[in-house]
């Protein structure tokens, strides 16, 4: 037992009534509770699970039920249960507070009403539960307990888990906080904001979560939404209504469509000038679990140095998927990774929750922390600077990266998370997006890269586009070549080009009949029969041993063959989103695509002109890029402080922070 510690660092929660599809976060229930997975990585990924590596810590599955969940913290277990809180929001990832924050030893306060015990387990990075101590109680009670960290040095969390007697045992809250003194005093202390495009319907959604959970807002100076679109926050018919919820916390900026970069980067800024310790980045078609926010801060408050603390993003639409634990940069490829083969993308929770998952009780290190929730301590803004003026794409990465350069660490934060629309259904490398994914790379690169000529990243520059050419993608290639002269022109263009590059991708995507998208597949002629191209296209991407010499006639065959007037006429088949392949694709000489969102058809046609053409300019562009990457490395280098600064930012802005163009509390 232990006196009441002074700062509370996470609280157990639960789900708001009626909204039980994420429970799996919240609560171990269903017919899996209590299965746990022994020490064995291997095992954990076969598909199938011999039951002798199998053991039951739990003996009665548990189902969740609306009246049983009481508020937001409180619930009651039914007579004979076993309930679990070792779950993704309510266990306490103990390594991570380890190795991050001053915090030595944390108490968990579970108050209950009704006869049962409070089991508390600890697990180590191995994922092996190990029992620390297990307590009677009954009527209302408390129990209090103080538990080192010093043991969580690779991995681990702890947790409780209630078994209730012959009648129901109600957890009236739980909490799980520390006596060891903050870095940051406790306040105020940072700016939430949302940087948003025509979305005020998400805007105000989660301006509502915010106003209804006081909780999430006590550390909460302001939020500020910076609007960048043509459909306004202000204008939402619940606007007045969210703004008394927040009760003056609330401000709008408006500004022209400059990215995620700039809008974020307006956060940044606004966030430095109001006096916040700490702004909290968030995308706009998200929704929020509130309490992510007060872990987030005061993770951050206990962090040993400055610390970019991010939460993990879940999937709006298959809530208890996870999209990933963490990311790295691979150096040389420059382009973004698991942290580790084990870790695994889109996990569900509800297949195997946190008991049964072992890599999931390793601490995961990470790089950077995508910007859809991350937030930045002030005193790195100061130090750094604000972000690169790239629109999207790479904005988060490469600030990460420039952070750790300057020694400040990112965490990816277990237990903090949102739903995020999911990005599954989306083909971002085919659209108006894929100017910026080629740009920006190059540029995170140039500025980053510590390989002569950026590693592999020319090489992989190069095949990809040949890999757009022989799929017939030409406006994403020719939006790609554009992206290389950017970056042959150096870092003066970045700022001037913020506000006005996306509608000169857009104009030059209008005149590529193969980028234009219908919705109705009878607007094309119907797939038969023709004399051109391969039908029955390939499976399966080439071998790697014969992937040079593949390419290499595939490219000649393109060029050399001209395509059978009948298929400019009549497509040779319709082909659905998962067979967009480029291996596929570069066997016809004329097919329609479903895109990725299901939504629409393109229709590609092979052009040899178009495909010679395009594969001289960038191969052209390439090798400049080769020859003079060390002299725009050091420009670029250079460059960044200025073009990240305050003061470039404002021009960009077209206003001096803190007195906007349009402002609205």
């Not at 629309?421 to 997006?433: H, R």
């Not at 009549?570 to 480029?582: I, S």
Request: with cysteine; charged share 25%.
């Amino acid at each position: 037992m232990t006196a009441s510690a002074a700062f509370e660092l996470q609280r157990v929660i639960f789900p708001p009534p009626g909204e039980l599809d994420a429970i799996e976060l919240y609560v171990d229930a269903g017919s899996a509770v209590g299965l746990h997975l022994v020490e064995d990585d291997d095992l954990y990924r076969s598909p199938k699970l011999p039951e002798e590596k199998l053991h039951l810590v739990g003996a009665t599955a548990v189902e969740a039920h609306h009246e049983d969940f009481l508020s937001r913290t409180s619930m009651k277990i039914r007579a004979g249960q076993h309930v679990s809180f070792g779950t993704y929001f309510n266990a306490f990832p103990a390594s991570y507070w380890r190795r991050w924050t001053t915090v030595r030893s944390v108490q968990l306060a579970v108050s209950t009403e009704g006869t049962g015990s409070v089991v508390v387990y600890k697990s180590n990075a191995r994922g092996v539960p190990q029992r620390v101590e297990s307590i009677g109680v009954q009527g209302m009670d408390e129990v209090r307990l103080d538990l080192p960290l010093e043991t969580f040095g690779d991995g681990g969390w702890y947790w409780f888990e209630l078994v209730a007697g012959k009648s129901e045992l109600k957890l009236l809250e739980a909490t799980w906080a520390t006596s060891d003194s903050p870095t940051i005093p406790a306040g105020e202390v940072a700016t939430v904001q949302i940087t948003t495009m025509n979305k005020p319907a998400f805007c105000i959604a989660n301006a509502r979560i915010l106003g209804s959970n006081p909780h999430a807002l006590k550390s909460v100076k302001e939020v500020l939404i910076v609007d960048q679109g043509t459909d306004k926050v202000t204008a939402a018919d619940d606007f007045d209504e969210v703004t008394q919820l927040l009760e003056g916390k609330l401000r709008v900026v408006d500004q022209p469509n400059l990215g995620g970069s700039g809008g974020f980067s307006r956060g940044m800024a606004e966030s430095v000038r109001n006096g916040s310790e700490f702004v909290l980045l968030l995308d706009d078609d998200v929704v929020v679990e509130p309490d992510s926010i007060e872990r987030l801060i005061a993770f951050a408050r206990f962090s040993r140095k400055p610390t970019i603390v991010g939460g993990h993003m879940f999937d709006l639409f298959s809530r208890t998927t996870l999209h990933t634990f963490g990311e790295v940069v691979d150096p040389y490829r420059l382009s973004w990774i698991s942290p580790d083969n084990d870790i695994e993308y889109r996990h569900d929770f509800r297949q195997r929750n946190l008991r049964q998952t072992p890599w999931m009780h390793r601490r995961v290190d990470v790089d950077f922390n995508g910007w859809w929730m991350c937030l930045i301590p002030t005193a790195i803004i100061r130090e750094i600077g604000l972000s690169l003026p790239v629109f999207i794409k790479w904005d988060d990465a490469e600030y990460s990266l420039r952070a750790k350069e300057a020694g400040y660490s990112t965490v990816s934060l277990p237990g903090a998370a949102l739903w995020h629309v999911s990005w599954i259904d989306k083909d971002d490398s085919l659209g108006w997006q894929s100017y910026f994914h080629e740009r920006n790379r190059l540029i995170a690169a140039l500025i980053h890269s510590p390989f002569p000529k950026g590693g592999r990243v020319l090489r992989e520059s190069f095949q990809n586009s040949v890999k757009h050419l022989i799929s017939m993608q030409y406006f994403a290639q020719e939006a790609r070549i554009m992206a290389l002269r950017d970056v042959l022109r150096g870092p003066a263009g970045l700022h001037p080009d913020l506000g006005t590059k996306l509608a000169e991708v857009n104009a030059l995507r209008s005149r590529h009949p193969e980028a234009q998208i219908r919705s109705d597949i009878d607007d094309f002629p119907a797939p038969g029969l023709t004399r051109g191209g391969r039908g029955g296209a390939l499976n399966e991407m080439p071998a790697k041993k014969d992937l040079v010499k593949w390419a290499a006639k595939t490219v000649l065959r393109q060029v050399f063959r001209k395509p059978d007037p009948q298929t400019l006429e009549r497509p040779q088949a319709h082909l659905a989103h998962r067979e967009n392949k480029w291996w596929t694709l570069s066997k016809y000489d004329s097919v329609l695509v479903s895109n990725a969102e299901g939504t629409g058809i393109s229709w590609y046609r092979r052009d040899p002109g178009l495909l010679k053409s395009k594969l001289m300019e960038a191969s052209k562009l390439q090798a400049q890029l080769f020859q003079q990457w060390e002299s725009l490395s050091a420009e670029y280098r250079k460059a960044l402080p200025e073009i990240t600064s305050m003061e470039s930012w404002e021009r960009t802005f077209g206003t001096t922070v803190g007195t906007p163009m349009k402002d609205r509390r």
